[in-house]
Structure formats: structure tokens, C-alpha cells
């Protein structure tokens, strides 16, 4: 029942930049951490960025420097400013959500639908 809208994509110059959006709403007990990931034309869907809820974050090697992921707990809401944007980094850009539903177990491991990020002249 968990929900997750991405939004924020579009098409941008190389060089440029966005900032994605990512809104979870539903049966939420704790948010354990959110996170970005991508998937290129013909590939397979790779890590970009996750924070968890204290605060800690990893990035994908092809991406730091350039992006930061940070998130608003009060509002379930994760962030990915993408700076310094590369062809490269076209891709449809999935939010994910790891919590639980419930105190005791209901582990949850739920996806957005994606929005598309286009990087060209």
C-alpha cells in the first residue's frame, strides 16, 4: 500500500542541472533509508544515490560530485540534485523505499514508477 511518485525529470542541456523529487505516502511505520537508482535504454538498473533515515549516504562512483541525495523526514520525501548533468546520465530514475509497515517485521522494499531524465543537446 506504500506509494512513491517520483517527479522532476525533463530534458536538460549537458551541463545542466535537476533536482528529482520522491514523495512515499501510505502505510508507513519507519522509513529505514531511500534511495535513486537508473535505468539506461538496453540496460540494467544501477545504483545512483540512497540515504538512510540518520542521515548517512552512498553514491554510485559515476555520480560523485555531482549529485546529492538528501530527503525530509517530517515529509517522507528523498531529493537528487543532479549537477554537472552528462549525456551518460540519461536514464529513467526509479525512487526506492526500504521501511517496514508495522514495529515488528513487515519489511518493505517498494519502487516508484520512475520519471525520465533526458541529457542532450
Known amino acids: 500500500q506504500v506509494q512513491l511518485v517520483e517527479s522532476g525529470g525533463g530534458l536538460v542541456q549537458p551541463g545542466g542541472s535537476l533536482r528529482l523529487s520522491c514523495a512515499a505516502s501510505g502505510s508507513i511505520f519507519r522509513i529505514n533509508a531511500m534511495g535513486w537508482y537508473r535505468q539506461a535504454p538496453g540496460s540494467q538498473r544501477d545504483f545512483v544515490a540512497r540515504i538512510t533515515s540518520g542521515g548517512s549516504t552512498n553514491y554510485a562512483d559515476s555520480v560523485k560530485g555531482r549529485f546529492t541525495i538528501s530527503r525530509d523526514n517530517a515529509k517522507n520525501t528523498v531529493y537528487l540534485q543532479m549537477n554537472s548533468l552528462k549525456p551518460e546520465d540519461t536514464a529513467v530514475y526509479y525512487c526506492?523505499?526500504?521501511?517496514?509497515?508495522?514495529?515488528?517485521?513487515?519489511?518493505?522494499?517498494?519502487w516508484g514508477k520512475g520519471t525520465l531524465v533526458t541529457v542532450s543537446s
Open positions: 526506492n523505499l526500504e521501511g517496514q509497515t508495522r514495529a515488528v517485521g513487515s519489511i518493505i522494499n517498494d
